[in-house]
């Protein structure tokens, strides 16, 4: 299953105006896979998100999906629905409670019968425990929720990945747990995942590789331990023990 | 009290022509706030997410629509377009004025609306394969509408009261209407303290109308910031 690679970035570059943000990136992540992207902010993390289902076109470079180039793709949009996105800020649509949320990918874009819709927006909201919560609005969830929604509505598009971008980050800290307990609950289950995130503990105990960028490049990337016990680079060392003291140990 | 004597007269002899004055008014506001709202609809989705050319046209067409008054845009349609072969009426010329007119205020304020929508809800819709058509509509717009209601319920109230420039070019509405009648019982006070008095009762009722518009469709748990 850990073998192929789902998703292959080849030298990806991105700039904004004057300023080169993403400066020839590379890695892969294979089938089932979780790998996990840390780095200090500014460096192109979100971008790089970004790029790969091109929200943002990059300049150079190629991304595969499987065997395809999609980053020549010529429906974008089909490719789209194969990629989920969870964003730092949630991203719920204000005017629709979390079930339609939830169904709306499913109806409109995948035109399934609202019906079936229902069931499969109803079941995903179960997965992440908030079936008792589906006719409420996001203003009416606690922020912990409305990012639970944010990945059920991912979930439901059935993708072949997820992207997430700190997810947590926007969240009061006694409400992170709930939403990394449901992505550790998803990496188990086998989900292809590519988190940008700052939670050392969920990236130690569930990814398989971390990826350590810094000012558009990727310094370095191995298993939790080699990273956290012994890291080829000093950047890679300083920058973790700054989130150690920031954010804990995290176990 | 020959005040309310005069005014008592007034609708007792003259409520049947002012009803039809006031009809053709109310006919002429609605179908021009619904006119305009389409055309708004169009101009302001052409203003934000037009090419270049659709742009240029839609920014144009706003702006000198905003910049000259309403009363010079009535003229040139009544009075101007004849001798190029165009011959309204006075309701329709009045009818193009306003729709025109109202059209581009209500762009403006549905841009505004669409504007203040946060960005992350077309990335979200995107996200999940939508296309940006798929997007405007399923997302953007409803959202917008719900927000543009405030300002919308201004347009229509400054609809209804301008109408009663389009008896200058002769319209039957109900400024004309009371014009003609203080024109035959020369009670100039009395005549227009009734029409403004129809006036205000029309446009509470429509701002009560609105306003529970706006509470049966509010978003439940959010406050729009204004
Ligand atoms: N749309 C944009 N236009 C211009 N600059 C941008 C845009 N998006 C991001 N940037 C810039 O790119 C750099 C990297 O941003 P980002 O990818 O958000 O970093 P990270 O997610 O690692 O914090 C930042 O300096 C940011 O200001
Ligand atoms: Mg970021």
């Known amino acids: ?251 | 009290m020959v005040m309310l004597e005069r005014i008592i007269n007034i609708v007792e002899k003259f409520w049947p022509v002012l009803l039809k004055g006031l009809g053709v008014t109310m006919e002429m506001t609605l179908i021009s706030v619904l006119g305009g709202f389409i055309l708004g609809i169009v101009l302001a989705l052409s203003r934000i997410y037009g090419n270049k050319f659709l742009r240029i046209i839609s920014t144009g067409f706003i702006e000198i629509i905003r910049g000259t008054p309403l009363l010079v845009q009535l003229f040139i349609l009544y009075f101007g377009l004849p001798p190029y072969g165009f011959k309204p009426s006075p309701f329709t010329a009045a009818i193009i004025g306003f729709i025109i007119n109202s059209g581009a205020y209500q762009a403006e304020y549905l841009r505004g609306s669409i504007l203040s929508i946060s960005r992350n809800q077309m990335i979200a819709a995107r996200s999940l394969g939508m296309t940006r058509k798929q997007a405007i509509i399923h997302v953007i717009m409803p959202q917008a509408l719900r927000r543009v209601i405030p300002a919308w319920t201004n347009e229509f109230i400054y609809l209804l009261k301008y109408t009663s420039l389009a008896y200058i070019v002769g319209a039957p509405e109900l400024m004309a209407q009371a014009k003609f009648i203080a024109s035959r019982n020369f009670q100039f006070f009395e005549v227009y303290l009734v029409v403004a008095v129809i006036y205000l009762i029309v446009i509470l009722f429509f701002t009560w109308l609105f306003g529970r518009l706006e509470k049966k469709v509010k978003i439940p748990g959010l406050e729009w910031v204004r």
Not at chain 1, 33 to 48: H, R
Not at chain 1, 142 to 164: C, D, N, T, W
Not at chain 1, 181 to 200: F, I, N, P, R
């Open chain 1, 1 to 251: 299953m850990k073998n192929n690679p789902l998703l292959r970035v080849m030298n990806l570059k991105k700039r904004f105006g004057e300023k080169e943000v993403l400066k020839g990136v590379s890695f892969n992540v294979k089938e089932g896979e979780t790998k996990v992207i840390i780095g200090p902010s500014g460096t192109g993390k979100s971008t790089l998100l970004a790029c790969i289902n091109q929200l943002v076109n990059p300049d150079e470079g190629e991304v595969w999906l499987k065997d395809e180039l999609i980053t020549q793709a010529k429906d974008m949009n089909k490719i789209r629905q194969r990629i989920g996105f969870v964003f730092q800020d949630f991203g719920l649509f204000n005017h629709l409670t979390a079930l339609k949320n939830v169904m709306i990918g499913l109806t409109k874009v995948k035109k399934l019968d609202k019906n079936v819709a229902r069931e499969k927006a109803l079941e995903q909201l179960r997965k992440v425990g908030l079936e008792r919560e589906a006719d409420l609005y996001p203003a009416q969830l606690s922020g912990g929720q409305k990012q639970r929604v944010g990945i059920a509505r991912a979930l439901a598009m059935e993708p072949e990945i997820i992207l997430f971008d700190e997810p947590t980050s926007a969240l009061d800290p006694e409400l992170i747990g709930e939403v990394l307990y449901v992505m550790k609950d998803l990496a188990e289950s086998g989900m292809t995942m590519l988190v940008v995130t700052h939670e050392m503990g969920f990236a130690r105990s569930v990814s398989d590789e971390i990826i350590f960028m810094e000012n558009g490049y990727i310094v370095e990337q191995g298993s939790p331990e080699k990273l956290f016990k012994n890291p080829e680079n000093e950047r890679t060392r300083q920058f973790l023990n700054k989130l150690s003291e920031l954010y804990g140990e995290g176990d």
